[in-house]
Every structure is written in structure tokens, then in C-alpha cells.
């Protein structure tokens, strides 16, 4: 079993930057896609970005390329959000995954989630 704990969420003006991060334990992830979701209030959870089990390839939503990196750390069991030039837009519960196959973009294939941290971008 694979637990996720994501931090560093938090208020930011628009414009601002939050480097988010998402903590694995329980199980090695290095051999797992990670990906970040979001979900605001009253809307379906979004991808957002990607990476492959490697760091090699990673993969963006249309609305935060440009804006976001997704990394990882294998070594410390760790992948993180750098997000910048935050919008309004934004704003959301942002959430880690964890997926054993190949890296996507569909939450359903992914198996493990974290509880999520609040992100919160104002005008």
C-alpha cells in the first residue's frame, strides 16, 4: 500500500508562486507515474500535470503549460508542483497520484491519492 501526503498549499496573490509537494510512504513509488489533480468547488477533479516514473517525461494541462513544472525526487520518495504566475483560476484542492502503469491523464487509472492540500490564488 502507497500513502500520499501532499503539502505546501496555501493563500497566494494572483501572480504569486507555491511549490507544492507530495511525500510517499508505505511503498516506493519510483517505479509509478505520479500525477497532480484538482478540483474546485462545484466542477469534476482535472488533470493537471505528469511525470513518469523516470522524471523523463512529463505531461501538462493546456490551462497550466508554461506555468507549472512537475518533478521528482526518487530518492526521497517525493514529487513536486512548482506552479508560478498563479490566476484566480487556479484555485483548488490539489491532489497527488500515484499510478503503477504508464504515466496518463485519466484520474480513473490512477490507484493511489493523497487527502489533498487547499490552494487558494486571490485577485
Known amino acids: 500500500q502507497v500513502q500520499l501526503v501532499e503539502s505546501g498549499g496555501g493563500l497566494v496573490q494572483a501572480g504569486g508562486s507555491l511549490r507544492l509537494s507530495c511525500a510517499a510512504s508505505?511503498?516506493?513509488?519510483?517505479?509509478?507515474?505520479m500525477g497532480w489533480f484538482r478540483q474546485a468547488p462545484g466542477k469534476e477533479r482535472e488533470f493537471v500535470a505528469a511525470?513518469?516514473?523516470?522524471?523523463?517525461?512529463?505531461y501538462y494541462a493546456d490551462s497550466v503549460k508554461g506555468r507549472c513544472t512537475i518533478s521528482r525526487d526518487n530518492a526521497k520518495n517525493t514529487v513536486y508542483l512548482q506552479m508560478n504566475s498563479l490566476k484566480p483560476e487556479d484555485t483548488a484542492v490539489y491532489y497527488c497520484?500515484?499510478?503503477?502503469?504508464?504515466?496518463?491523464?485519466?484520474?480513473?487509472?490512477?490507484?493511489?491519492w493523497g487527502q489533498g492540500t487547499q490552494v487558494t490564488v486571490s485577485s
Open positions: 497520484a500515484a499510478q503503477s502503469g504508464g504515466v496518463g491523464v485519466n484520474p480513473g487509472g490512477y490507484d493511489f
Open positions: 508505505g511503498r516506493t513509488v519510483n517505479s509509478h507515474a
Open positions: 511525470v513518469d516514473w523516470s522524471g523523463t517525461m512529463t
